[in-house]
T-cell receptor
Framework: DSGVTQTPKHLITATGQRVTLRCSPRSGDLSVYWYQQSLDQGLQFLIQYYNGEERAKGNILERFSAQQFPDLHSELNLSSLELGDSALYFCASSASGGRGHEQYFGPGTRLTVT | QQPVQSPQAVILREGEDAVINCSSSKALYSVHWYRQKHGEAPVFLMI?????EQKGHDKISASFNEKKQQSSLYLTASQLSYSGTYFCGTEIVGSGNTPLVFGKGTRLSVIA
């Protein structure tokens, strides 16, 4: 158990809908990262927050947005969902927002868009 | 700037050794190694920050060749529990906060 929690574990929704994925980092970690993992694909970095502020952005679609709240939990919002958005979404946390620090991954949310 | 991992997949018998390579076209600040079992979260194995650095974790170790911009993960006397997909993640040298970029992974299967 990494100490990172994600809810829900599974999500099934229809195209065009909007969903929110939630992540709570390990106690004491200030940085949260979101990743997308499609079938047989590697981990694609989406976005990073550090202590409530956006720190780095990857190839995140405009339909996707995220935020980190004062209690450090983070939410990833996915809207106008398409079939291709079906994937595993992981969040990870680390103590620092800088480089050279290990990331601890949550169990993931499996999103299925039908 | 995604690192390239090789091989893509490898099958081992228990007790055999394996090497997984990770190479980058950019100068590297750090290399991270993770293992992911099917349907589970990636688990952190180790991080290498300096060229020439070597680290070990049980019978799994890694090296970082800064000049060659590559890292290798060594699995010695493999066990069934080593099965999974191994990912390297790299942070490149440069200004700004560049995120960790993962390779496509190496699928390792250990059989009895």
């Amino acid at each position: 158990d990494s100490g990172v929690t994600q809810t829900p574990k599974h999500l099934i929704t229809a195209t065009g809908q909007r969903v929110t994925l939630r992540c709570s980092p390990r106690s004491g970690d200030l940085s949260v990262y979101w990743y997308q993992q499609s079938l047989d694909q590697g981990l694609q970095f989406l976005i990073q927050y550090y202590n409530g502020e956006e720190r780095a952005k990857g190839n995140i679609l405009e339909r996707f947005s995220a935020q980190q709240f004062p209690d450090l939990h983070s939410e990833l919002n996915l809207s106008s969902l398409e079939l291709g958005d079906s994937a595993l979404y992981f969040c990870a946390s680390s103590a620092s927002g800088g480089r050279g620090h290990e990331q601890y991954f949550g169990p993931g949310t499996r999103l299925t868009v039908t | 700037q995604q690192p390239v991992q090789s091989p893509q997949a490898v099958i081992l018998r228990e007790g055999e050794d394996a090497v997984i390579n990770c190479s980058s076209s950019k100068a590297l600040y750090s290399v991270h190694w993770y293992r992911q079992k099917h349907g589970e979260a990636p688990v952190f194995l180790m991080i290498l920050l300096k060229g020439g650095e070597q680290k070990g974790h049980d019978k799994i170790s890694a090296s970082f060749n800064e000049k060659k911009q590559q890292s290798s993960l060594y699995l010695t006397a493999s066990q069934l529990s080593y099965s999974g997909t191994y990912f390297c993640g790299t942070e490149i040298v440069g200004s700004g906060n560049t995120p960790l970029v993962f390779g496509k992974g190496t699928r390792l299967s250990v059989i009895a």
